[in-house]
């Protein structure tokens, strides 16, 4: 059965790399694995996607080992600013659902 | 602000009641998604579609429909309301439409509200 799974919640003070894991086991293997940040009554914001290995842009960093089952998202020196829901989203072959499944969510709180 | 653009913002409405939201995609983008926010559930997704065409399906109900017109703006048509289809309703649109991901970029949402 797919499932995208994340962990809740994290704390993290300014200034540290965060570090946040999506498992996802069997997704489709021509598809990319997607972060986005959400605040508050606002939509998700795409952060960065990638396929394999290490994906950085200027805001994050994105690794995903050989197998895919899992990804990690890195923050560094993050900022209160930060302080948001992160979601990966991932797709599932087609007889699996075939469908884009998002993590449940993991709830980042950064403090001073 | 994404470009995306989403009306109603709020809408209240009774059980058994109809309703239509509506979406305008960024412009030049050819897919529209449609996205259910909950607290028990998080983010399901709808259901997708390219260019006028349905292109994926995703956890939608069969009282819920949806079409993309041909000026590519889109309408999620949600009908027999019950209480647990209050939600945030998400529109995220793309430039294209192929079988892998491409960066979605999500409207404000439409806040429904089941009474």
């Known amino acids: 059965l797919a499932k995208t799974t994340q962990p809740i919640s994290m704390d993290s003070y300014e200034g540290q790399e965060v570090n946040i894991t999506c498992s996802h086991n069997n997704i489709a293997t021509n598809d990319y694995i997607t972060w986005y940040q959400q605040f508050p009554s606002q939509g998700p914001r795409f952060i960065i996607q990638?396929?394999?290995t290490k994906v950085t842009n200027e805001v994050a960093s994105l690794f995903i080992p050989a197998d895919r089952k899992s990804s990690t998202l890195s923050l560094p020196r993050v900022s209160l600013s930060d302080t948001a829901v992160y979601y990966c989203?991932?797709?599932?072959?087609?007889?699996?659902?075939?469908?884009?499944?998002f993590g449940q969510g993991t709830e980042l709180s950064v403090k001073p | 602000d994404s470009g995306v653009t989403q009306t109603p913002k709020h809408l209240i409405t009774a059980t058994g009641q109809r309703v239509t939201l509506r979406c305008s995609p960024r412009s030049g983008d050819l897919s529209v998604y449609w996205y259910q926010q909950s607290l028990d559930q998080g983010l399901q997704f709808l259901i997708q579609y390219y260019n006028g065409e349905e292109r994926a399906k995703g956890n939608i109900l069969e009282r819920f429909s949806a079409q993309q017109f041909p000026d590519l703006h889109s309408e999620l048509n949600l009908s027999s309301l019950e209480l647990g289809d209050s939600a945030l309703y998400f529109c995220?649109?793309?430039?294209?439409?192929?079988?892998?991901?491409?960066?979605?970029?999500f409207g404000p949402g439409t806040r429904l509200l089941v009474l």
């Open positions: 995220a649109s793309s430039v294209a439409g192929g079988r892998v991901q491409e960066t979605q970029y």
């Open positions: 989203l991932v797709g599932y072959p087609y007889n699996q659902g075939g469908k884009l499944i």
């Open positions: 990638g396929y394999k």
